[in-house]
């Protein structure tokens, strides 16, 4: 077995073609590298160096495993290196998921921002269902994950991140516009666009119905939000989805909101990783930024009211 400890020494000493100067590259006396080298030169039953005088001279088969070890050791620089940068997250991949809702309408500003800061760590966003994502953290598929608790899994943490409003949208026209408010017994008798089994909304959704002791009539499911909401806008149903996703119809009047009478219900948004497990430097930074985003900004409010700071700050800085 070829001992790399006596090799160093070995390189180190044919490198320099002293052995001196070798013991002070490696931190040891001069006896200790004569020493090693006796031990290499009698491991491998090879003669390595030949001495005249003072100087000291490699033999063939000596110069032969220089050349590899000179290989291996700047190999092993390169390793180095690269573990530094890892470190100083000068290289590195964010493994991330997210839901469909999330990764289109909130991840890409929050990911620029990391971006920003951490320009050589490169980015794997993977979509799916709350579900579907936390157990991907399980499967090792993804390190983290911002996401609604959808299930309790003993193996995930989930950090508190945000809250955010649903809304109860319909077309606009709708009779239930109509109304100051509606209760979720009423909501029952419409025509329901529901969120695909796994999706934290419909989760927080059934939940509510249950509380009011109804249930709702679905129609369809599907994971899509922009289906649902062009379903609801030509007037097949009705559907609740975080306010955040509907801004712009709502703005735009292609939807409606209508208020509930019971108490407003909002999302929770959580930054999901693996209990058991050390986050790796992209993944520890990541986690640390949603965290200083989440004190300085977010507090009780959505994401979107950070997003509409953030891009306020843009605006600021480019003028």
Known sequence: MLNLNQLRVFYHAAKNLNYTVAAGELFITQPAVTAQMKAFEESCNLKLFRKKGRNLFLTDEGQALYGYAEKIFKYAKEIENAIDDMHELKRGVLSLGTTKAYARYFMPLMLTNFHENYPDIKIQLNEGSSLDMSNSLLDFKNEVAVIAKAKDLPG???????????????????HLTRKKSVSFKELAQEPFIMKENGSGTRKLVEQS??????????????????????????????????????????????????????????LDVSIAYLKDQALSPPAKAFVETLRRLRAEEIGPMGIGAMMAKILAQRRKVSK
């Open 209 to 266: 119905f249950a509380n009011a002791n109804c249930e709702p009539n679905i129609l369809m499911e599907t994971s899509n939000t922009e289906f649902i909401k062009q379903l609801v806008q030509r007037g097949d149903g009705i559907s609740i989805v975080v306010k955040e996703a509907v801004a712009l119809e709502l703005i735009e009047k292609k939807l409606t909101n209508v208020a509930l009478k019971n108490p407003q219900i909002y």
């Open 156 to 174: 995930v943490n989930f950090s508190p991140f945000s809250k955010e409003e649903m809304a109860v949208i319909v077309a606009p026209g709708h």
